[in-house]
C-alpha cells in the first residue's frame, strides 16, 4: 500500500512563502505523474499543479500560474510545491496524490487519482 506523508505547511501572512514536501512510499514513483490538489471549508477539492511521470510537462491552476512551482525528486521520491506570493485565497488544506493508471499525461481531475495524502493545511492571513 502506497503512503504519502504531506508537510511543510502552516500560516503566514499574505506575500510569504512556503514549500510543501510529499514523500511517497512508492518503488514506482517514477512511472507516475504527480499531483497537488486543494480544498478550502465549503469548496469542492481542486488542482493546484501536476507534474507528469517525466518530469518534462506540469500543469497550473490559473490562479497559481506564476506564483507557484511544482518540482520532483526521484532519488527522494518527494514531490514539492513551493508557494510563493501567498494571498488569503491560498488557504486550504493541500493534498498531494498519485493517479490511477502509470505513464499517462497529465490528468487534472480529482477522479483520476486514487492515491491521497492526509492533507497539511496552509493559511495565509491579510
Known amino acids: 500500500q502506497v503512503q504519502l506523508v504531506e508537510s511543510g505547511g502552516g500560516s503566514v501572512q499574505a506575500g510569504a512563502s512556503l514549500k510543501l514536501s510529499c514523500v511517497a512510499s512508492s518503488r514506482t514513483f517514477g512511472s507516475y505523474s504527480w499531483g497537488w490538489f486543494r480544498q478550502a471549508p465549503g469548496k469542492e477539492r481542486e488542482v493546484v499543479a501536476v507534474i507528469s511521470w517525466s518530469g518534462g510537462t506540469t500543469y497550473y491552476a490559473d490562479s497559481v500560474r506564476g506564483r507557484f512551482a511544482i518540482s520532483r525528486d526521484e532519488g527522494q521520491k518527494t514531490v514539492y510545491l513551493q508557494m510563493n506570493s501567498l494571498i488569503p485565497e491560498d488557504t486550504a488544506t493541500y493534498y498531494c496524490?498519485?493517479?490511477?493508471?502509470?505513464?499517462?499525461?497529465?490528468?487534472?481531475?480529482?477522479?483520476?487519482?486514487?492515491?491521497w495524502g492526509q492533507g497539511t493545511q496552509v493559511t495565509v492571513s491579510s
Open positions: 496524490a498519485r493517479p490511477r493508471i502509470p505513464y499517462r499525461p497529465i490528468r487534472r481531475d480529482s477522479g483520476d487519482y486514487d492515491t
